[in-house]
């Protein structure tokens, strides 16, 4: 299947027209004709770091949630019960968990539509908004479990440890059972990867309740309880917090982390010809997969350098949607978006 597209003279802002023929997009697997007829080989359409929960794990995350459902219900049942804030603080972790799981379901799912008229990235940005969604919700749950803890505190209540300790090793069982059935992608896949690690945190955390259970049980020391509840929601903060954190910068536009923009633009000053980087953009296109754009100066004859851009950025930062201007002194003197400040 084949798309042309042809284009005539683009504007980019005052002072800064630029004729297509020169207006290059290339990808991996995609070879852009530099006379404004662009020829997609949709054949071979490879985003390297692009990636969606294979069809395979379809299975795994519906019995991820399916058990993480009915373990909520569970320990906050017996948690409201049984007096045990650490229980509660479990459940909430573990409740993080299935709206976790659904988001990134959810995501990887509507990651793969494809391009429309109106939306022309398609649908990966649901997966940064998913992850602002499940930062949230951790988040309000946790502060809710904190109060009560410090309430706890100041005012212990007897905690039926037995019963909290086969809640929460229940918990073990299954977080850990669900971690290992996303084991054999979590080297392939980064979505796979997050959801292999989270179910892994979060048995251990459920381990954690355990411990704090079997001291009260045999020490009948009643603070432990909600200790262990502020420690676990602690744990929360710091990983929702950080989910949030890198979730809005991304919805904000930012620079993915671990791409060092300053790297990029002296990497593409290296290629043969480029004597000048100006109007240099690094955004998210989703959670896993990262687009470009610059204005490459150069006064040669350079027909092959924006598939030698494309490479180097898709193979040395991870940069899967790459979209390059070549331009010539004369004309960068011209280029409205030449100046840092202006966008």
């Not at 027209?17 to 054949?43: L, R």
């Amino acid at each position: 299947m084949h798309h042309d597209h042809n284009h005539d003279a683009h504007a980019h802002g005052p002072g800064c027209e630029h004729d297509h023929a020169g207006h290059d997009h290339a990808e991996q697997g995609h070879d852009h004709a530099e006379q404004g007829s662009h020829d997609h080989a949709h054949a071979g359409h490879g985003h390297h770091g692009h990636s969606h929960a294979p069809a395979s794990f379809g299975r795994a995350f519906a019995v991820g949630i399916a058990l993480n459902t009915l373990l909520v219900v569970a320990q906050f049942g017996v948690g409201a019960w049984a007096h045990s804030t650490a229980l509660l603080a479990d459940a909430v972790h573990n409740l993080g968990d299935v709206l976790g799981l659904a988001f990134a379901w959810l995501a990887a799912h509507l990651g793969q539509r494809g391009p429309t008229e109106r939306r022309t990235y398609g649908w990966g940005r649901s997966s940064i908004l998913a992850a602002l969604a499940n930062a949230t919700v951790l988040l309000i749950g946790t502060g809710a479990i904190t109060v009560e803890a410090v309430q706890r505190l100041l005012n212990p209540a007897p905690v039926a440890g037995p019963l909290v300790m086969m809640v929460a090793a229940l918990g073990i069982l299954v977080n850990g059972g669900v971690a290992l059935m996303f084991m054999r992608g979590r080297e392939k896949d980064l979505n796979i990867k997050g959801a292999f690690m989270h179910m892994a945190a979060d048995a251990g955390v459920s381990a954690g309740v355990v411990v704090a259970a079997a001291i009260i049980t045999f020490t009948g020391a009643l603070w432990l309880d909600p200790a262990a509840s502020l420690a676990i929601s602690a744990v929360i903060v710091v990983g929702s917090w950080g989910l949030l954190r890198d979730a809005t910068a991304l919805a904000m536009d930012a620079v993915p982390p671990g791409i060092d923009t300053a790297a990029v633009r002296s990497r593409l000053l290296a290629l043969p010809g480029v004597t000048e980087v100006h109007d240099l953009h690094i955004w998210a296109l989703s959670t896993t997969s990262t687009a470009a754009t610059a204005h490459l100066v150069t006064g040669v004859e350079a027909a092959g350098l924006v598939p030698q851009a494309c490479t180097l950025l898709r193979t040395e930062f991870g940069i899967s949607h790459c979209t390059f201007q070549l331009e010539s002194p004369d004309l960068a003197e011209r280029c409205a978006l030449r100046p840092e400040h202006v966008v």
